[in-house]
């Protein structure tokens, strides 16, 4: 019979499948390269993600991680605080970034409302964005959640948490992906292309 594996190891490897994406073998396979690495190296990645738990915070303001009390956005003066962009999650900001066209601030939930996950909208920042829209000078809300069930039923609620506040709320269009052929697109996609369309 082998001998197991000694605990150290198996102790982290069940520590990085908690880690979205991360299973059994990818877990394995972080370790078995973390053994590798010298005393100092391994002992230098702790220390990075002590820092990580210690030192980076949700943003005061919109949620979005920040190594102090504002994120680089909210303390930009550069950036537009009339349109509040709302976001599920810190990836999406990412992503909205990478394109470099929208220049107005963020606003990220922490997730989407799921009956089937037990997220209520009183888990989410759902009242903070209700608040910073009725504190400032905010003209538009662009809820930019997901396109799926999870995603509509949050921005359906946010839209209605917003009634009433003298503010413009969005919702990016959605349709046709550039490249594809419409013979292809699935029922959801074709109407939502359709009522979506602007002139040319």
């Known amino acids: 019979m082998s001998r197991p594996l000694p605990e150290p190891v198996i102790n982290l490897i069940n520590e990085l499948r908690k880690l979205s994406g991360v299973g ?3 877990a394995m396979r972080y370790v078995l390269n973390l053994m590798k690495r010298s005393p100092e190296g391994v002992r230098a990645l702790g220390e990075t ?14 949620g979005f991680v920040s190594d102090g009390d504002l994120c680089d956005f909210c303390s930009d ?3 537009d605080g009339h349109q509040i962009c709302v976001v599920e ?3 999406v900001v990412l992503a909205l970034e ?4 929208f220049q107005g601030l963020y606003h990220v939930l922490g997730g989407a409302i799921s009956a089937l996950r037990g997220i209520t909208p009183k888990k989410l920042r759902i009242g903070e964005i ?3 829209v009725s504190d400032g ?5 662009i809820l930019a959640t997901g396109a799926d069930a999870e995603g509509e039923t949050t921005a359906l609620y946010v839209r209605k948490m917003l009634e009433g506040l003298p503010v413009k709320v969005t919702r990016p269009a959605t349709g046709i992906p550039m490249g594809s052929s419409i013979e292809f697109l699935d029922a959801v996609t074709l109407m939502r292309a359709l009522r979506g369309r602007k002139e040319l």
């Open 77 to 79: 003066p550069a950036r």
């Open 49 to 62: 993600l002590y820092r990580l738990a210690e030192d980076v915070k949700p943003c005061s303001v919109c």
């Open 130 to 132: 209700v608040q910073r």
């Open 24 to 26: 059994e073998k990818t």
């Open 98 to 101: 990478k394109v470099g066209d």
């Open 137 to 141: 000078d905010v003209r538009e809300v």
């Open 89 to 91: 999650g810190v990836a």
